[in-house]
C-alpha cells in the first residue's frame, strides 16, 4: 500500500506499506528502506558479533512492550546523525562538549599512565542505537509515534595499556541514567520530536571474549513533551549451556540439554563440541539458539545426521528452538521448532 510519509524537513514522500506480517510481534518496515545514519558504528563499537545483534533486537523487544507492533511500522533512526552519536560516545572535553562519557582526569599530568585514567575515568557509553515507529493516519499518511534509543554499557573497561577495568553494576545504572536524561533533553530541542514518546533502554555489554550476548537491564518512557520517568528494571539474561556451575536456576534445562547432546556424541563419538544459547525472561527460558558444527563431507552423511538429529529435539525444553548445523564450508542445514508444532522444519542448504 502505498501512503505519504511527513519528514523533518517537512517535504512529502511516497512510501509503501507491506502486505505480509510474518508474526504478530514483528514490525512491518516502510519501504524503501532507510538505514540509520550511525548504523555503520555498531560493528566497530561492540565488543562481540553477538552484542551487535542483541542491542538492536533487544531493542526491538522493549519497543513492542510500548508501540504496538499491530499498528506501528518499523524505520531505522533518522535523527541522531552519525556526527551526534560519535560525538555523544567521545569523553567530554572543551573540543567536544557533546561527550557523554567522562572527561580526562582534571590532574592529570604528562606521567598520568592510560591505566590511572582507566580507574578514574572509564568509558561507559560505547554505542547509541535509534529506532524509529510509525502510525498511519486518516489522510492516507504515516507519520512519526515514536522513538526508541538503546544505550549499549561497557561491563569491562579495557585500556590499550594497562589491565582491564570491570565496572559495576550499580554505576553502569547510575551513569545510564543520566545519559538518558540528557539524550532525551536532546532530542527534545530537535524540530518536530518536541512531544514524541521517547523510550530508553540501558544495554550491558558482555566482555570481548563471550560467546553470548549482553542484555537490557533497565528502560525507562519519556512521554510527549517530558523527561524519563519512572525507571523499571528489565529481567533478561542469555545463558550458556552446557553451563559450567550447579547453578539450581538452570539445572533442569541443563540435564535436557546434556541428554541432547550425549545423543549426539553417540552418533558420532568423536564429535565436536555443541553450544547452546538460551535466552531468559523474568526467570523463564523463551527460546534456545543450538550450533552444532560437523565435519562431514557427502550431503546424504548431512541428511542422514539432520534427520537423526531432528529425531532428537524432543529431548529439548517446549520452546522455540533454533538449530545450526555448519561445517568449514558454511551452513549445512536448519532446523526450526516451535511450541504447538509436531513437526519441525527443515532445511538442507544446496539441496
Do not use: C
Not at 53 to 65: D, F, I, K
Amino acid at each position: 500500500e502505498e501512503v505519504i510519509q511527513d519528514s523533518e524537513e517537512k517535504e512529502q514522500e511516497t512510501v509503501i506499506i507491506p502486505d505480509l506480517q510474518i508474526k504478530d510481534n514483528y514490525y512491518r518496515t516502510l519501504l524503501p528502506f532507510k538505514s540509520s545514519a550511525s548504523r555503520g558504528l555498531v560493528v566497530s563499537n561492540l565488543n562481540t558479533r553477538y552484542d551487535v545483534r542483541e542491542v538492536e533486537e533487544g531493542l526491538l523487544r522493549l519497543s513492542t512492550q510500548q508501540f504496538s507492533t499491530e499498528d506501528h511500522f518499523f524505520q531505522e533512526g533518522q535523527y541522531i546523525t552519525e556526527e551526534m552519536a560519535l560525538s555523544w560516545i567521545r569523553r567530554n572535553s572543551e573540543e567536544n562538549p557533546d561527550g557523554l562519557n567522562p572527561a580526562l582526569p582534571a590532574e592529570m599530568t604528562e606521567e598520568t599512565t592510560e591505566q590511572e585514567i582507566a580507574d578514574k575515568a572509564p568509558i561507559y557509553l560505547a554505542h547509541v542505537v535509534e529506532q524509529n515507529y510509525l502510525v498511519m493516519t486518516g489522510d492516507n499518511k504515516v507519520r512519526l509515534d515514536g522513538i526508541s534509543i538503546g544505550l549499549a554499557l561497557n561491563s569491562v573497561y579495557y585500556p590499550r595499556n594497562g589491565k582491564d577495568v570491570p565496572i559495576p553494576d550499580d554505576v553502569l545504572e547510575e551513569q545510564g541514567t543520566l545519559m538518558a536524561e540528557e539524550i532525551v533533553s536532546r532530542l527534545r530541542s530537535i524540530e518536530g520530536l518536541e512531544n514524541i514518546p521517547i523510550m530508553i533502554g540501558l544495554f550491558k555489554q558482555a566482555s570481548n571474549n563471550s560467546i553470548v550476548p549482553g542484555n537490557y537491564f533497565a528502560a525507562v518512557v519519556a512521554e510527549g513533551g517530558k523527561g524519563p520517568a519512572g525507571w523499571k528494571k528489565i529481567d533478561e539474561k542469555h545463558v550458556l549451556f552446557p553451563t559450567s556451575g550447579n547453578d539450581e536456576e538452570y539445572r533442569d534445562v541443563n540435564t535436557k540439554f546434556q541428554n541432547f547432546k550425549q545423543s549426539i556424541d553417540d552418533y558420532f563419538p568423536s564429535f565436536v563440541n555443541v553450544i547452546g544459547r538460551g535466552y531468559y525472561a523474568n526467570g523463564t527460558l523463551r527460546s534456545l539458539e543450538i550450533e552444532v558444527p560437523i565435519q562431514f563431507y557427502g550431503k546424504s552423511e548431512t541428511i542422514g545426521f539432520v534427520q537423526y538429529l531432528t529425531g532428537q529435539i524432543s529431548k529439548l525444553p517446549n520452546v522455540p528452538i533454533e538449530v545450526s548445523i555448519t561445517s568449514s564450508n558454511g551452513p549445512e542445514a536448519l532446523i526450526v521448532k516451535e511450541p504447538g508444532n509436531e513437526e519441525p522444519y527443515i532445511h538442507i542448504y544446496g539441496y
